[in-house]
């Protein structure tokens, strides 16, 4: 499971003292012998120094190593806290060998507004290059966790390749993204083109469709790095239902370990004019206080599902809504599987 499944991957996960417990510095390298990579990040339009680092990186379409960080977002830390990311990089390149700066992505995670302690994080740096190994993807998943309660990690398996991942993301759960990191890793081949049109595919359909608490991070970064190491090159829908696979998987695997949830509730919208109509009043329903606290006392109290797509932008059919027996007809409320109690509001078309 997780990064190092796929060949030609090694990774790290070691503690460095940046939080009060538990390992913080988590180190991925790709051996190759390909170094072609994608990256999707937050909407926000306040976005943290390793985010601004990574985008400038992922121009050329080549990442060689990801450094992540938890116990500090580096967001809100103005000139200095770029220059820390910058440093950052330039010290995994150093460690490392073979690569520059410019082929590192950076990621980091945990109270935004500080600047994060690069006498601890340096040395933490170094102990996690020489920690590296074939086997370290679970060290690496337990290095990028905040208030998660368990690592999430995914393997997909396709015949001669494979897609690995791992993700942390527990709080600031909304679309989009889902506030998270995550770096996915494949020993396919494909060329930059691929895994951006690959991973932005699998993003939308997983990552940007969970919502927990409304709130949207400055820190979120979805990674895939691909290493070539198969010596196969799958067809671009081949890729794309792989990436989305392994996407899905982590994004259930974030929905689960939301701060505070009590239920997994899947929204489902049928009848829509368009898909983004559809992701409107999905969204518009997930995120409404009335919908969320009927959910939480198990009351199946329909009308505020109706309510809350009456808000949005899509317009729906009086007389469908109406023959149903919920009253709402263009959504259905799904529980997932959890300990304690759930309810369902029938229906739908």
């Known amino acids: 499971m997780s990064v190092t499944a796929p060949k030609g991957f090694r990774a790290s996960g070691v503690a460095a003292g940046l939080k009060s417990g538990g390992s913080d ?63 950052t990089a330039e010290y995994v390149a150093a460690m490392l060998g073979g690569m520059g700066a410019a082929d590192v ?30 086997k370290g993807g679970p060290a690496a998943a337990e290095a990028i966790m905040t208030t998660d309660t368990r690592p999430k990690t995914t393997a997909i398996q396709h015949q001669g390749w494979s897609v690995g991942g791992m993700a942390k993301g527990a709080g600031m759960l909304a679309p989009g993204m889902a506030t998270m990191l995550c770096v996915l890793t494949t020993d396919a081949v494909a060329g930059p083109d691929a895994l951006d049109a690959a991973l ?10 969970v919502d927990s608490d409304g709130c949207m991070s400055t820190n979120d970064t979805v990674l895939l790095l691909a290493s070539g190491a198969s010596g196969i090159e799958p067809t671009d829908d081949e890729l794309a239902e792989a990436v989305t696979r392994a996407c899905q998987d982590l994004a259930q695997q974030l929905l689960s370990d939301a701060e505070g949830a009590t ?18 009043v999905g969204r518009s ?64 078309a």
């Open 25 to 87: 510095v988590a180190l991925v390298v790709n051996d190759g012998p390909d170094a072609t990579a994608a990256g999707v990040f937050t909407s926000n339009r306040v976005k943290a120094a390793p985010v601004l680092w990574s985008q400038q990186v992922l121009r050329a379409g080549v990442v060689r190593a990801v450094v992540l960080n938890s116990g500090g977002a580096n967001a809100c830390t103005g000139p200095g806290g770029f220059q820390d990311t910058h440093a």
């Open 105 to 134: 992505a950076v990621c980091s995670t945990g109270l935004i507004g500080e600047r994060l302690p690069m006498d601890k994080l340096l040395p933490g740096v170094a102990a996690a290059a020489r920690a590296l190994n074939k």
């Open 263 to 280: 239920k997994e509730v899947a929204i489902e919208v049928t009848g829509a004019a368009s898909e983004d109509d559809a992701v409107e």
């Open 200 to 209: 932005r595919a699998a993003t939308r359909v997983s990552f940007d469709r």
């Open 285 to 348: 329903v997930a995120r409404n206080n009335l919908v969320k606290t009927a959910l939480f006392g198990n009351d199946p109290n329909w009308g505020r599902i109706l309510a809350a797509v009456g808000t949005t932008g899509p317009r729906s059919s009086r007389t469908r809504s109406t023959s149903r027996s919920t009253g709402c007809g263009c959504a259905r409320v799904v529980p997932r599987p959890r300990t304690g109690p759930v309810w369902t509001c029938p229906g739908g």
